[in-house]
């Protein structure tokens, strides 16, 4: 037997786990929710192989929603207070990239069944308290919970923050008449004077922020005593959750926390806000797209497009709706 009688290993695959974290990482040593230290935290979900063992630019390839080969930042369950958070995550500068490689991810769901959906947070907002006053949205999408609200509420000024230009100027189509300012950046630099709006408004956002306490600090300040704020986060506690376990499409390389109806007041509370009302809500997605995805989720491959059935009366995704409010006595 000679020395080349075996094939030369084939050259290592740069994309594939060899199990060891890879550097340059975003190390979070405090719980995001309720600030213990993250030494006190326990894997308790991981994809394989983890993200945090791939290189980011081998990311790319696991960004579509519901496929089986997704990967995710492993996460941990807070010692304290229970949430699941990523203590190893993206840094700011790859979250960049990562968003811009991005694409809009309900823009295949039709228009009736996002409008139904946005419809009925805003009655479930409109139902629990009396709101008022100039409105605020952290990703305002094509401004159909503002156009919702506007119906309802006797609102003021509306600052729309809104990142994707190319939606613009539908939101002034959609809004016209009034007292419109247009963002892409951060709240703060919208100019809102401190103490100013009634209704601060984030719809799937606090689940993609790496310091959800930092915003929810500002906004609070930004809302006058007695203000509402409105958010819709997956529910990470939900049944839909526990049914599918990794699978959950939340669990995904874009949140570097998620949710229950628990944690998401406690993290609330301790940025100083009351809550009034913690529901699971009714998300409207067509026959087909539900079939598609749960198929996806499932790891049975994808449904050919082209069938068009009837958007659904409305079906619980594991999402929670929480409407807090800033304290009456808070003046600060
Ligand atoms: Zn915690």
């Given at each position: 037997m000679t020395a080349n009688a075996h094939p030369a290993p084939a050259p290592a695959d740069p994309t594939l786990s060899d199990g060891q974290v890879q550097p340059g990482w975003l190390r979070r040593d405090r719980c995001p929710v309720c600030d213990a230290p993250a030494s006190g935290a326990s894997p308790a979900m991981r994809s394989d192989p983890p993200a945090e063992t791939l290189p980011a630019e081998a990311h790319g390839r696991f960004l579509s929603g519901y496929g089986s080969g997704r990967v995710f930042f492993t996460y941990h369950r807070c010692g304290g207070c229970g949430a699941l958070f990523c203590p190893t995550y993206y840094?700011?500068?790859?979250?960049?990239?990562?968003?811009?490689?991005?694409?809009?991810?309900?823009?295949?769901?039709?228009?009736?069944?996002?409008?139904?959906?946005?419809?009925?947070?805003?009655?479930?907002?409109?139902?629990?308290?009396?709101?008022?006053?100039?409105?605020?949205?952290?990703?305002?999408?094509?401004?159909?919970?503002?156009?919702?609200?506007a119906a309802r509420m006797a609102l003021g000024r509306m600052y729309l923050v809104e990142p994707n230009l190319e939606v613009h100027d539908e939101l002034r189509r959609r809004l016209a008449g009034r007292d419109l300012v247009l963002g892409t950046g951060s709240a703060a630099e919208m100019g809102i004077p401190p103490g100013s709006l009634g209704l601060a408004v984030m719809i799937h956002v606090a689940d993609h922020l790496l310091d959800?306490?930092?915003?929810?600090?500002?906004?609070?300040?930004?809302?006058?005593?007695?203000?509402?704020?409105?958010?819709?986060?997956?529910?990470?506690?939900?049944?839909?959750?526990?049914?599918?376990?990794?699978?959950?499409?939340?669990?995904?390389?874009?949140?570097?926390?998620?949710?229950?109806?628990?944690?998401?007041?406690?993290?609330?509370r301790r940025c100083g806000f009351e809550v009034l009302r913690t529901a699971r809500t009714k998300n409207h997605f067509p026959v087909m797209h539900l079939a598609r995805a749960g198929f996806q989720v499932a790891g049975l491959g994808a449904i050919a497009p082209?069938?068009?059935?009837?958007?659904?009366?409305?079906?619980?995704?594991?999402?929670?709706?929480?409407?807090?409010?800033?304290?009456?006595?808070?003046?600060?």
């Open positions: 840094t700011p500068e790859q979250l960049d990239r990562l968003y811009g490689r991005q694409q809009e991810n309900m823009a295949d769901v039709p228009l009736p069944a996002r409008t139904a959906t946005q419809r009925h947070y805003a009655e479930l907002l409109a139902g629990t308290t009396e709101v008022a006053g100039d409105y605020l949205e952290l990703g305002a999408d094509i401004g159909l919970f503002a156009e919702a609200c959800p306490a930092l915003l929810l600090a500002e906004l609070r300040r930004m809302l006058r005593p007695g203000g509402v704020l409105f958010l819709v986060v997956h529910n990470v506690d939900s049944a839909l959750a526990r049914l599918l376990g990794k699978r959950f499409p939340p669990f995904t390389l874009q949140h570097p926390q998620l949710y229950g109806p628990r944690t998401i007041g406690t993290l609330l082209g069938f068009d059935l009837p958007w659904t009366p409305g079906l619980r995704l594991g999402n929670i709706a929480v409407i807090a409010r800033k304290p009456l006595s808070d003046a600060g």
